[in-house]
C-alpha cells in the first residue's frame, strides 16, 4: 500500500468504512472563493477545496482529509526534475485542429516555454536540487475526449499514445501538460474540474511515470485571483503544476511542506505575480528567503 506520513496507518476508509488496498495520491489545485463583504467593501479569500496533496482511498474511490503533520519543508527522496529534462505540450481535442485555435496553442507554447527558462521563476527551484528543461513542441490529439473523463482514463490515453507512437516517449527524463478542450470536464473520483479542482499533476505509474499534468480549458471562477482573463487563469494554473511537478514528480514523494506542495503553501496568502515576459504565475515558497517567490 502506498503511504505518506500523513496517512500511514489508516487501513479503513474513514467515509465508507470500506477497506483500503492502496492510495492514490494527486497534487490537485483546488479552487478558492471570495467573498465580498458590501458594508466594508472587503474581500475574504477562503479555500472552499484546498490545495494540497489529495488522497483517494481504493478501491472505495473516497477523497479524504488526512491530518496535515508538521508544516516543515522535507523531502521525502522521490524522483526530481533534473537538467536535461523536455515538456511537451498535449492538446487533445479536434478543437485544436480548428483555425481559431492556432494562436492560442503558439500562445501557450509560448507561455511554458517562459515559464520554463525564466531564471528566477524555474531557475530557482535549484535550491530544491530541480533543473531546467526545454520545450520539445506539442502534439495535437486530433480524436476527442469524453465530455466527462476521469484520471484513469487521461492516464490511459497518455501511455496509449506513447505505445502507438502518436506521442514521444518522454521516459523518466521529462512530462507532458496535457490541455483539455472547451466543454470537458475532468473528474478525481466523482469530483469534477471548475467546481472542485482547477488542474493537477500525477504519474502513470509511480516513479516511474510517464509525469504529467492535467489543464482543463480555463474555468471561469475559483482558479485566478489576479485578472478575469482566461489566458491568465491558464498560465497560473500550468505554471503552479509544472514547478509541483517538477519538486514532487511522483506526489508526496518530493517536496512537501505537511500535505502541501510548496505553491499549495503560497496558495493560502495569494498574491498576483507576473513574469518578465508577462504571463501570471502562482508563487512557490522560496527556503532560502523563508517567503514565497516574489520575483525580481
Known amino acids: 500500500m502506498k503511504t505518506c506520513d500523513n496517512c500511514s496507518g489508516i487501513n479503513s ?6 477497506s483500503i488496498t492502496h492510495f492514490d495520491h494527486i497534487g490537485v489545485r483546488g479552487t478558492v472563493s471570495v467573498l465580498k463583504i458590501p458594508v466594508v467593501n472587503y474581500n475574504l479569500q477562503y479555500d472552499s477545496q484546498r490545495s494540497g496533496v489529495w488522497h483517494y482511498a481504493r478501491p472505495c474511490g473516497h477523497r479524504f ?5 508538521t508544516a516543515s519543508l522535507k523531502y521525502n527522496g522521490g524522483p526530481l526534475w533534473q537538467n536535461g529534462y523536455s ?6 481535442g479536434s478543437y ?16 511554458t516555454r517562459n515559464i520554463e527558462t525564466n531564471q528566477s521563476y524555474s531557475g530557482g527551484l535549484k535550491q530544491y536540487n530541480v533543473g531546467m528543461g526545454v520545450l520539445a513542441g506539442h502534439v495535437i490529439i486530433g480524436t476527442d475526449p ?32 496535457i490541455f483539455l478542450p472547451p466543454g470537458v470536464t475532468a473528474l478525481l473520483s466523482s469530483e469534477q474540474s471548475c467546481s472542485i479542482f482547477c488542474d ?3 504519474t502513470a ?12 480549458y480555463p474555468c471561469q471562477s475559483g482558479c485566478n485571483q489576479c485578472t478575469a482573463s482566461p489566458f491568465d487563469t491558464l498560465t497560473m494554473g500550468l505554471s ?10 511522483d506526489p508526496g514523494t518530493g517536496w512537501v511542506i505537511g500535505n502541501e506542495e510548496i505553491c499549495d503553501y503560497c496558495d493560502t496568502n495569494f498574491v498576483c505575480r507576473q513574469l518578465s515576459t508577462g504571463e501570471y504565475v502562482n508563487a512557490w515558497y522560496d527556503r532560502n528567503l523563508g517567503s514565497c517567490w516574489a520575483g525580481k
Open 13 to 18: 476508509c474513514p467515509i465508507c468504512g470500506a
Open 146 to 177: 469524453a465530455k466527462t473523463i476521469s484520471n484513469s482514463e487521461i492516464a490511459k490515453a497518455l501511455t496509449d499514445w506513447i505505445a502507438a507512437g502518436q506521442v514521444t516517449n518522454l521516459g523518466r527524463r521529462g512530462a507532458y501538460n
Open 87 to 92: 515538456w511537451l505540450n498535449v492538446y487533445w
Open 240 to 249: 503552479e503544476e509544472m514547478v509541483e511537478l517538477k519538486t514532487d514528480m
Open 205 to 216: 505509474n509511480g516513479t516511474n511515470g510517464p509525469f504529467y499534468t492535467v489543464e482543463p
Open 65 to 69: 482529509s488526512v491530518r496535515q503533520g
Open 96 to 111: 485544436y485542429t480548428s483555425a481559431n485555435a492556432v494562436s492560442w496553442v503558439n500562445r501557450v507554447d509560448t507561455a
Open 200 to 202: 493537477y499533476h500525477n
